[in-house]
């Protein structure tokens, strides 16, 4: 079932269920009352990434406190997306922006990835997590990505699964067109893995072609940005060998 795009939709960490009443945080009440001008009897949606998407009314509004009365669920929890995506921190904006366009293309792991080249050391997964439920509130999504701590590219390839299939943009692959590679790929569990701005290393780039169960793709003739290529990954990714 679509989402309903023409109601306002807001995450809330609470339990849903029948009959149930939510408060939401503080700033979100600021935001419903004195920004959207809500008044009891005005109706909203809410999901928790768990029970689905439930249609809620404001039943009490004061100055310091806001009560949702839950009155049914719309839309069932959909199962998570099997996707890890595997990305290099870029700088803030850049790197909001991003997560919020993997969120919207169906990523349902955000792992982090320090390669030699990435130039962002403190990553906030605070901050990368609250990207990916403002795109969810806005793009109609129910289930929210997993965010994962940081991890050196080593430590990824060691501890990969390698039933599987992990994609990577290769820069320096001697095509442009990725439709070959990807249209080979077999395995129903993929991951994708994007470089940072600075691109994989000559020495990342041989380790990653010889593991068994990496496929380096191109992303066309022109050089890309690195929010810009990892947009273009997750299209072809998806339009050809996942969930669109």
């Known amino acids: 079932m679509r989402a309903n795009y023409r109601m306002q939709r807001l995450f809330v960490p609470q339990p849903l269920r029948d009959g149930g009443t939510i408060e939401p945080d503080r700033q979100q ?26 249609l809620a009314e404001i039943a009490e509004a004061t100055r310091k406190t806001l009560t949702l009365a839950l009155t049914m669920q719309v839309r069932p929890q959909p199962a998570p997306s099997d996707l890890v995506y595997c990305f290099a921190p870029l700088k803030a904006g850049r790197l909001d922006y ?3 366009k993997a969120v919207e293309m169906g990523a349902g792991v955000l792992q982090p990835v320090i390669t030699q080249h990435t130039q962002i050391s403190n990553v906030g997964t605070d901050r990368i997590r609250a990207n990916a439920i403002e795109a969810a509130e806005q793009c109609g999504i129910l289930a929210i990505p997993q965010v994962r701590e940081p991890v050196k590219l080593d430590r990824l390839i060691w501890e990969w699964d390698d039933a599987r299939r992990l994609i990577f943009c290769d820069e320096g692959a001697n095509t442009n067109n990725p439709a070959p590679a990807l249209k080979a790929i077999k395995e129903e569990h993929l991951g994708l893995l994007v470089g940072p701005e600075g691109g994989f290393s000559d020495e990342e780039r041989r380790q990653l072609r010889a593991l068994p169960y990496v496929t380096s793709i191109p992303l066309g003739p022109r050089i890309l940005r690195a929010d810009t290529a990892a947009v273009a990954a997750m299209a072809v990714v998806q339009a050809m060998i996942g969930d669109w």
């Open 29 to 54: 009440a600021h935001y419903l009352t004195n920004v959207l001008r809500m008044q009891p009897g005005s109706q909203l949606l809410v999901f928790n990434g768990e029970d689905g998407e439930w």
């Open 98 to 100: 991003m997560i919020q």
